[in-house]
């Protein structure tokens, strides 16, 4: 099986900072495309930032200038570093990662359990 583990969501004032990340682990055989998503209270889930297997990356308006997404493949692990926090970036965020499992596999995608931040003073 895959497990997505992420870690370092929380409280922050506004023009803080935060730095999230996702560490994949289990039967992997290839890790292709790392993504983050957001859902807004009472909104749908949308696309914050997405990196590929050789570091392009690609991410939202709303958050271009003030986010950076970021991976290790050595430790099979995606980060997010958000800066310049805004109440509106308040959100579960949840990470997703396109992976094959052995080499005969076809891709999938597996997603990780979430983690709450919130921007408030």
């Known amino acids: 099986q895959v497990q997505l583990v992420e870690s370092g969501g929380g409280l922050v004032q506004p023009g803080g900072s935060l730095r999230l990340s996702c560490a994949a682990s289990?039967?992997?055989?290839?890790?292709?495309?790392m993504g983050w998503y957001r859902q807004p209270p009472g909104k749908q889930r949308e696309l914050v930032a997405i990196?590929?297997?050789?570091?392009?990356?690609n991410s939202a308006n709303s958050v271009k200038g003030r986010f950076t997404i970021s991976r290790d493949n050595a430790k099979n692990t995606v980060y997010l570093q958000m800066n310049s926090l805004k109440p509106e970036d308040t959100a579960v965020y949840y990470c997703?990662?396109?992976?094959?499992?052995?080499?005969?596999?076809?891709?999938?995608?597996?997603w990780g359990q979430g983690t709450q931040v919130t921007v408030s003073s």
């Open positions: 990196i590929t297997k050789n570091g392009t990356t």
């Open positions: 289990g039967t992997i055989f290839s890790i292709y495309d």
């Open positions: 997703k990662v396109n992976l094959q499992r052995t080499l005969n596999s076809g891709l999938q995608n597996f």
